[in-house]
């Protein structure tokens, strides 16, 4: 059969679609419907491009050092990478290395499951409860490394910090992960436990609160030595991996901390709102502390809903997998986008 058979095969992660319609309503994505800050676009206009022909620093020290100082940890405790997705990928590879399996769950991001495959990492899943809540007791068992995201997605449940700390007190040989990709819409995070527990990683974005999910950047809070081993496998893959025009905007984000504050709450209201409105239209869901809603209906399937909002250009995430097939994920809008949301169902649903 020659290099076929030789090939590394995997099935990989499909992203959300990326449709460009000018009247569209995004919410299939859990991005931010507000502007990066003021402060991204006065750096972006006053950028010196002659300094492109230079690599960029390996260890991007600029947003390092802003991120150790903004979070109150030491710069040798922080990690930054293209994107969360990026910094979990390396984190996989780095400490996932053993014949035990790792432990997720079973309905989570659906990317873990894709890194595991191409790094050939055993992994198993652990079934979310009833109400889509991790159980604890499920991540006591001998493993190999453990990862979840906190608050969870798609379902956007939060896992109480005392039962986090649990969870990594109970498994001192291995690392555990917590992706906090939707932490600031609400949830309490694990960073606070990094300087007690040495095998605590702690994965953050500037995707999704930040506005800057086309920047690319996600960084991760660990302990000294956690972080070197992450660094030693990133330079033994790719050195510079942040560019400079992303370390440099990051920094201007990071420094905008009051709109940070005002964008997030506007976010969690508007969510509040929302959820109190689709309650009202009969539809049930989880209690999301993150900016999106993972919703089913009693009387309506949601692959028909979604296929009848896409036509009408509003796009949500409908994932064809079971136990979630009857389930829409909404990422959280502006009011006027939630406003057209429900506007749509009132009339889909005649009432
Ligand atoms: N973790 C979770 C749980 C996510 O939903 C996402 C967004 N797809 C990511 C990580 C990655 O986000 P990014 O690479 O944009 O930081």
Redesign the pocket.
Same mark, same amino acid.
């Given at each position: 059969m020659g290099w076929e058979e030789n090939v590394r095969r995997v099935v990989p992660y499909t992203?959300?679609e990326q449709p460009d319609f000018a009247d569209m309503i995004k919410l299939n =994505?859990?991005e931010n419907p507000y502007p990066p800050s003021k402060r991204v676009q006065a750096c972006a206009q006053t950028a010196k491009t002659e300094r492109l022909r230079l690599y960029p620093p390996p260890a991007a020290d600029a947003l390092t050092n802003a991120l150790a100082k903004s979070y109150g940890v030491k710069r040798e405790q922080v990690f930054v990478g +293209?994107?969360?997705?990026? +910094?979990?990928a390396m984190a996989f590879l780095t400490f996932f290395n053993a014949d035990k399996p790792v432990l997720f769950p079973d309905i =989570? #991001?659906s990317?873990y499951d894709v890194w595991a495959e191409l790094f050939r990492i055993p992994y198993e899943c652990q079934p979310l409860d009833e109400e889509l809540r991790i159980v604890k007791e499920d991540y006591c068992r001998p493993n190999g490394g453990i990862v979840f995201?906190n608050p969870? &997605?798609?379902t956007g449940v939060e896992l109480p910090l005392d039962e986090i700390e649990e969870i990594v007190a109970r498994n001192r040989d291995v690392v555990v992960i917590v992706?906090e &990709? #939707?932490v600031d819409f609400g949830t309490r995070s694990a960073l606070e436990l990094i300087r007690k527990y040495d095998n605590l990683l702690v +994965?953050?974005?500037?995707?999704?609160s930040r506005s800057l &999910?086309g920047l690319?950047?996600?960084y991760a809070f660990g302990s000294e030595k956690l972080i070197r081993c992450l660094n030693d496998v990133k330079y033994s893959f790719n050195s510079y991996t942040m560019n400079r025009p992303s370390i440099e905007l990051g920094v201007a984000a990071l420094a905008d901390e009051a709109y940070f504050r005002e964008t997030t709450a506007k976010i969690i209201a508007t969510r509040e709102r929302t959820k109190k409105r689709l309650a009202a239209l009969g539809f049930s869901f989880a209690d999301s502390k993150a900016n999106f809603l993972f919703v089913t209906h009693p009387d309506y399937a949601a692959k028909d809903l979604f296929e009848a909002l896409k036509e009408q250009h509003i796009y949500v995430r409908y994932f064809a997998k079971p136990r979630i097939d009857r389930y829409l994920r909404i990422t959280i809008g502006t009011d006027e986008q939630m406003d057209a949301l429900i506007g749509f169902f009132k009339r889909y649903m005649n009432k």
């Open positions: 992203p959300g =994505t859990n +293209v994107g969360s997705d990026d +910094v979990l =989570t #991001y990317f995201p969870n &997605a798609p992706d &990709a #939707y +994965v953050q974005t500037f995707s999704k &999910a690319r950047i996600g």
